[in-house]
């Protein structure tokens, strides 16, 4: 119940190109879905989040897709760049704490 | 400039040995948390407080011990009893009530020798 599943493991896509990150939930009590961006080393910085009313939210090149009826969210990268090449966590906020996904390591190529 | 200070950075013990990683924070956050990061794995959270003196288990307690005796500073022993301590350890800080949005400090890699 308190399980995030996260896919792919990893993707590779070129410059340019969409990169989208899919996640989905079974605790309907969560209440709140981070991103998190990381890179080699260093801790997990957040990146964009949204609540369950909500079922789009865009920063930048950045955009979270809700499904509430489906349990399942979604990150996607526009033009994605090389210097978005990184580990992306999703998240979910329950009960006093945050349970996170097995995260995704997008590569971006030239 | 405010943020979350993990040390050492690199950490090498031998079997049989505890040791202790250091957090410390100044963004004046009432909850602080230490996640465990595996390849693979995602961040699996050890244990996370939210007030001095007082702390709770997390999914993968067993083998750790935390103490929070100052808001701003949350060490984590590792102890013998941890049979595969190997990891990336991040410490991580956020505001009451919790979750909405997360500090992390840059991670402490622990290797066994």
């Known amino acids: 119940q308190q399980q995030v599943k996260q896919s792919p493991q990893s993707l590779i896509v070129q410059k340019g190109g969409i990169s989208i990150i899919n996640c989905a939930y079974e605790n309907t009590a969560f209440d709140y879905f981070p991103w998190y961006q990381q890179f080699p080393g260093k801790g997990p910085a957040l990146l964009i989040a949204?609540?369950?009313?909500?079922s789009e939210k865009k920063e930048g090149r950045f955009t979270i897709s809700f499904n509430k009826s489906a349990k399942q969210f979604s990150l996607h990268i526009m033009d994605s760049q090389p210097g978005d090449s990184a580990t992306y966590f999703c998240a979910a906020r329950g009960y006093q704490k945050v349970t996170f996904g097995t995260g995704t390591k997008l590569q971006v190529i030239p | 400039d405010g943020g979350i200070t993990q040390s050492p950075k690199y950490l090498f013990r031998k079997e049989g040995q505890n040791v202790t990683l250091s957090c410390e924070q100044n963004?004046?956050?009432?909850?602080m948390y230490w996640y465990r990061q595996d390849p693979g794995q995602g961040l699996r959270l050890i244990y996370y407080s939210q007030i001095v003196n007082d702390f709770q288990k997390g999914d993968i307690a067993e083998g750790y011990s935390v103490s929070r005796e100052k808001k701003e500073s949350f060490p984590l022993t590792v102890t013998s009893a941890q049979k595969n301590p190997t990891a990336f350890y991040l410490c991580?800080?956020?505001?009451?009530?919790?979750?909405?949005?997360?500090?992390f400090g840059s991670g402490t890699r622990l290797t066994v020798v």
């Open positions: 991580a800080s956020s505001v009451i009530p919790t979750g909405y949005g997360y500090t």
């Open positions: 963004l004046n956050h009432d909850a």
């Open positions: 949204i609540r369950p009313d909500v």
